[in-house]
């Protein structure tokens, strides 16, 4: 299986890059980025420097889009920096020693659609203005993945950025919207289940005494376990939201779905809210959107931190 992360670098993408690059089994071709936690050149950054540190440097690393498609600039969202800090990864410097490849990340996912086709897979963590930009320049062979897995929307409990909206869809709904609408088959992975997948401090205890390397994890994590105590003290502990698009894809024993047609409304009162598509039944289409509805909570546990801690 070949894989694909699209990514916005912040605290929980930190994990989501451990856990793959722990996998033996799983060949992570290319990382792709993309604004969201913080811009899109300081999510490259952390992107190249988490690689490093967990002994990938061979992985190549390909710069996204800069800001959404209805936008003309970026400006990092209040809560991206309550929870990720000003540069995305809890305010930790990281050695950077290598550069980005030349190619752009839609250029790079297009590529490698038309090269792998079904035996490649996309994760994406982030908003989804590169999967669109990518859809775009050829929706045919986009349509050709084996599975896209994304974490974004919010279909049967209230958003994370407004009543109606999570964040990852509410930063882009025009590409959510073209995502959706594509051919791809699709994992959504959102706050139906994301907001159930907590882990504690103490579930990391081991990193806080552990390698160096362990330790600077867990310094990146301090930051994110520290955000949700002010803003979400009854969870206690921190929402893994990006890691469950990776267990869901890899670990499809340990989420539920239900498969619908998803829409992105994007007029101004439900601007970025991913609802059923009520109009499929009249059009006779085919749903292509599994959402995950439930999920072993000990298991994407147990599975995430005793993956990641190979490597540590």
Known sequence: MKVILDVDTGIDDTLNLAYLAALEDVELIGVTCVYGNTDVDQAT????????LFGRSDVPVYRG????????????????KIFHGDNGIGNVTLDVTRQYEALDAASFLVESARKYGQELVIIASGPLTNLADAIKMDPDVMSRV?????????LCVPGN?????????MQDPES???VFQSDMEIIMV??????????????????????????TVYAIMDHYFKAHELIYPAWNGAAMHDPLAVIALLRPDLVSTSKF?????????????????????????????SVALDLDVE????EVITTINKIL
């Not at 298991?299 to 147990?302: A, D, I, R």
């Open 45 to 52: 950054r952390n992107t190249l420097g988490l690689l490093d």
């Open 299 to 302: 298991g994407f546990k147990n």
């Open 261 to 289: 047609k998803i829409d992105v409304l994007t007029d101004e009162k439900q601007w970025g809210r991913t609802v059923m598509d009520v109009n499929i039944q009249n059009e006779l289409k085919k749903p292509n959107v």
């Open 65 to 80: 889009a800069g800001h959404a498609s209805q936008n003309s600039t970026y400006e990092q969202q209040r809560g991206s």
């Open 190 to 215: 959102g706050l139906d289940v994301t907001s159930r997948a907590i882990f504690s401090r103490n579930d990391l205890e081991s990193w806080k005494q552990g390698s160096a390397k362990a330790q």
């Open 161 to 169: 950025v407004s009543a109606v909206a999570e964040a990852n869809i």
């Open 146 to 154: 084996g599975k896209l897995s994304l974490m974004g929307g919010a």
């Open 176 to 178: 959510s919207k073209v």
